[in-house]
């Protein structure tokens, strides 16, 4: 999105899903780069009990966006999903359900002009992206079905 940083957005992203505390720890779990211990963590978060990151890595790995095995007698985290791939499951995640909730194409068809409202409300350029990419979606398909 034009006109915000990448870290923004993505912040953006991620707190419509998760709660702040969720998204500081998620942050923390990708600047380890390597699977980290409740204690590692908990270095991130001085002020906070340690059970507190213990429940919140938890309840990460609950919600499928972290990996957790045995360390000795500890439980190490990685996250499942590099930070951009994360931000696009969750926007494919946002309009499947959309969609979903949209039957038949009459239904369909004001979601999608809101969506361009919305596009072209926010920066007249998305609306340059939002063409190419269904160009290069057509060309692709046309590939496809020719095969």
Do not use: N
């Amino acid at each position: 999105m034009r006109g915000m940083s990448s870290e923004q957005t993505e912040s953006e992203v991620l707190t419509q899903t998760f709660g702040p505390l969720e998204v500081q720890v998620l942050e923390a779990i990708w600047r380890e780069r390597r699977p980290a211990t409740v204690k590692d963590i908990h270095a991130s978060f001085p002020r906070l009990a340690y059970t507190t990151v213990m429940t919140t890595l938890d309840r990460l790995h609950t919600k499928g966006v972290l990996r957790r095995f045995k360390v000795g007698r500890a439980y190490a985290y990685e996250a499942r999903f590099a930070r951009a791939e994360m931000e696009v499951r969750l926007a494919a995640r946002s309009v499947e359900e959309l969609l979903g909730a949209a039957r038949g194409r009459t239904a369909i068809e004001p979601l999608l002009s809101c969506f361009v409202d919305a596009v072209s409300e926010r920066d007249r350029l998305l609306l340059d992206d939002l063409e190419r990419l269904l160009k290069e979606k057509r060309t692709q398909l046309v590939r496809e079905g020719s095969r």
